[in-house]
């Protein structure tokens, strides 16, 4: 597996190596071991979650959780493909403000590390696309926070206006200057 450090303080892309034969292949998305010798703070998996979604441009975001439930998120497509989003939160950042993008699919073999302090979201390419997480703490619904998909604070650049978004997600106020 390759730790891939991105544009945001704290997000990695997470490359799996899969050795392929006849059958198929077979990688790691997650290695502990990997994951503490580059250095990377992920307290160990706590909670799994799959979002199914039916329509393309099914949007879901962007969502995170506040201290002191804060969580770091590893995101990772079993079926379909995405375009997923990091946005940094964290006033004290030098990437405060700033987002990333990146395609996943079940083809390319790559995840999203995400770090607390981090906001996510992703729009589905394709109908039927099956997401998975991997968190480090447990929900708490409390600590729930959103901004929304389009808020001009980040101007974030999606490849499509959505198709299904959830009312809570249209809800959210903008994020504070």
């Not at 979650?49 to 998120?73: D, F, M, V």
């Not at 708490?140 to 901004?147: I, M, S």
Request: charged share 25%; net charge neutral; aromatic share 10%.
């Amino acid at each position: 597996m390759k730790i891939v450090p991105a544009a945001i303080a704290g997000v990695f892309v997470i490359e799996s190596e899969p050795a392929a034969d006849e059958r198929g292949s077979f990688g790691r998305t997650y290695c502990r071991q990997e994951f503490r010798k580059s250095g990377l703070s992920f307290g160990g998996i706590t909670q799994m979650s799959r979002s199914r979604n039916i329509a393309k441009g099914t949007l879901r975001g962007l969502h995170w959780q506040a201290e002191p439930r804060a969580e770091n998120k590893l995101v990772q497509v079993a079926r379909g493909r995405i375009y997923d989003v990091a946005v940094d939160i964290r006033p004290a950042s030098p990437t405060f403000r700033r987002w990333l993008a990146l395609e996943l699919d079940a083809e390319n073999g790559k995840a999203l590390l995400i770090p607390k302090g981090c906001a996510h979201g992703f729009i589905t390419l394709e109908p039927d696309t099956l997401v998975d997480y991997a968190m480090d703490e447990d929900y708490a619904p409390e600590q729930a926070r959103g901004a929304r998909w389009d808020d001009p604070a980040f101007g974030i650049s999606w490849p499509a206006i959505p198709a299904a978004i959830a009312p809570r997600d249209l809800a959210w106020p903008d994020f504070p200057p």
